[in-house]
């Protein structure tokens, strides 16, 4: 079962989906100067809440129900892999899982990032309100961070999944006509 090139294509899926829980998506940071003095804002967004930082008071502005659809597509994505890993004996519902997992991390990074393009409008938003009050504005940081890629590194892991799933779906086939 490990030994498998599928089952390690899956962990590999699991453990990018689970660090997600801890690695955010996007951050940002912008600096104004205010009669002498340097004002600054920052926020991030993460799978857990979106937070930001103005004149060094933080805010949980984001923990709202649309980050809760994303810990609920991350929870089901893991489950399913790891469901998928455990139906060695079954490949052609490991076929039909991998295939429900491609469709769900491509929904789950489409939402990403519609969600993390409208977090960084909105901060640059608020970021331009502070150049409205002084001088020597700069955004300094308004990017995307490394947890936006890792569910697209999921997707190819879930499709080559998939193709080594067929694979031996095929060798055993063909090993069975050969009986």
Same mark, same amino acid.
């Not at 052609?92 to 991998?98: E, F």
């Not at 789950?108 to 960084?120: G, H, K, M, Q, W």
């Given at each position: 079962m490990i030994q498998r090139a599928q089952t390690l294509f899956l962990l590999g899926a699991i453990i990018l989906q689970i660090t997600l829980f801890f690695i955010p998506f996007w951050k940002g940071k912008? *600096? #104004?100067? =205010?009669?002498? @003095? *340097?004002? /600054?804002?920052?926020a991030s967004l993460s799978i857990h809440n979106l937070s930001e930082n103005y004149r060094g008071q933080i805010d949980s502005v984001g923990d709202s129900k649309n980050l809760y659809v994303f810990q609920c597509f991350d929870a089901v994505i893991i489950f399913l892999s790891g469901w998928c890993i455990f139906l060695f004996r079954? &490949? *052609? @519902? @490991?076929? &039909?899982? /991998?295939?429900? +997992?491609i469709l769900l991390t491509t929904g789950? #990074?489409? %939402? %990403? +990032? =519609?969600? *993390?393009?409208?977090?960084?409008k909105s901060f640059a938003d608020d970021a331009s309100n502070l150049q409205k009050i002084g001088t020597n504005f700069q955004m300094i940081n308004n990017n995307y961070d490394l947890g936006i890629y890792l569910p697209i590194v999921s997707l190819v892991l879930f499709f080559l999944a998939g193709r080594y799933i067929k694979k031996d779906e095929k060798l055993v086939r063909s090993a069975d006509r050969l009986r």
């Open positions: 912008a *600096t #104004v100067d =205010y009669n002498g @003095q *340097t004002k /600054s804002a920052a079954k &490949r *052609t @519902q @490991q076929i &039909r899982i /991998s295939r429900l +997992l789950f #990074v489409i %939402l %990403l +990032l =519609y969600y *993390t393009e409208e977090a960084r």
